[in-house]
């Protein structure tokens, strides 16, 4: 069974960082802070998710 | 007579803000009503005094930003304005028949767009304007999103060896009248310094005001009592929404939601960024809900909203387009 939750995050982050090269030089680095909170939600939901099996 | 259809149009700018008062009182509320910490009453109350004074906390960056950032000030008139309203109003009053809880921000962007786009074109959107605030519309309810989830996460493991958990339920429960206020700090600022902004930006189409000038002391009081006596009236429809319907909360999740929303508001506000209170608190809240397991989100519900979020700023923008047309028949 896959974990759709890491799915959901990743798919987060991957939307987060399609959005940094539109994003103002500004929001930047707001951006890409955001994409890599979702990618490190995405693996520790995924590591939890392994834990349990 | 251009002078009595101004404040005629200030006084409908009022209106909306009222509107968008009564719309979104439910996202300030639904968590401390659905987890009983005051009854409806007291909730609305609570929330509507600290939209009020949020004017004394924030500075009116995001009245600015509507003022100026979203259409060329040259196209701004008296009817352009109105007809941009009239579209958001419309908007609004559709979905708050039909219980979705959309956003007044997009549909006043999306209505202002439309009228001027209407009178003049494309080329009259200020391309990095509408930029900033279309990053915003998706990462608002995101950042919520993941904050939500963090803080519940944090939440869950400094209290987990705690035996006696009504005593814990208490404290949350105190803690959410913070952060009810916050997050009602957050909404006031945000929402109320928009209606800001389009009587900022009449005052300076009627020539009342200098291009580039501040927002009149008299404005921002008059904007904050709209939005307050609005939250008083509330609307109960989308309370049911918001409160129960995505995700079921305990004190703990209503806390780690209102804190995560209004960090996300305070954060939007002292940037100039407008953004909509009620996509960050749904993020917030379907955060809550994910830190528990995906299916613990009622996802048609969650999905209701993601369309409500999809169709505003284009159901707004034709209805405001539409309306300046006849606006325009008139003039």
């Not at chain 2, 700090?185 to 900022?200: F, P």
């Amino acid at each position: 069974m896959t974990d759709k939750r890491a799915a959901f995050f990743a798919l987060m982050a991957l939307t987060c960082t399609a959005l940094v090269p539109v994003a103002d030089a500004q929001f930047r680095n707001l951006t890409v802070g955001v994409a890599v909170t979702y990618l490190v939600l995405a693996l520790a939901s995924f590591l939890d998710h392994r834990s349990r099996q | 007579m251009e002078d009595l259809t101004l404040w005629l149009v200030v006084l409908v700018a009022l209106g909306f803000d009222f509107v968008n008062g009564f719309h979104d009182a439910a996202n300030s509320i639904a968590t401390v009503v659905s987890t009983r910490v005051l009854t409806p009453r007291q909730a609305v109350m609570w929330a509507a005094g600290f939209n009020f004074i949020a004017f004394l906390v924030f500075g009116t960056h995001v009245a600015t930003t509507i003022a100026k950032d979203v259409v060329v000030q040259d196209v701004l008139s008296i009817g352009v304005i109105f007809a941009g309203l009239l579209g958001a109003i419309v908007w609004d009053l559709i979905t708050f028949y039909l219980g979705l809880p959309t956003s007044s921000s997009h549909a006043l962007v999306g209505g202002m767009a439309g009228a001027a786009v209407a009178k003049a074109g494309f080329d009259v959107l200020v391309t990095e304007g509408i930029r900033k605030i279309g990053l915003f519309i998706v990462l608002s309810p995101l950042i919520g999103l993941a904050l939500g989830l963090i803080l519940t996460v944090v939440f869950a493991w400094s209290f987990h060896r705690v035996r006696r958990v009504d005593r814990l339920n208490k404290g949350f429960r105190r803690g959410q009248l913070v952060s009810a206020a916050a997050f009602s700090l957050g909404h006031g600022a945000n929402d109320a310094q928009k209606t800001m902004g389009i009587i900022l930006a009449l005052l300076i189409a009627g020539g009342h005001v200098q291009a580039g000038g501040d927002v009149p002391l008299w404005v921002v009081l008059a904007a904050h009592t709209a939005i307050g006596l609005g939250t008083l009236t509330g609307g109960w429809r989308i309370v049911k929404t918001m409160g129960s319907k995505i995700t079921r909360l305990q004190p703990a999740g209503g806390m780690a939601a209102e804190s995560a929303a209004a960090a996300t508001l305070f954060f939007t506000s002292a940037a100039g960024i407008p953004v909509s209170t009620t996509h960050t608190i749904t993020g917030a809240i379907v955060g809550v809900g994910a830190s528990r397991r995906l299916s613990a989100v009622r996802w048609g519900v969650a999905s209701r909203v993601v369309w409500a979020w999809v169709l505003t700023i284009p159901g707004a923008f034709l209805i405001a387009a539409v309306s300046y047309k006849v606006v325009e028949l008139f003039a």
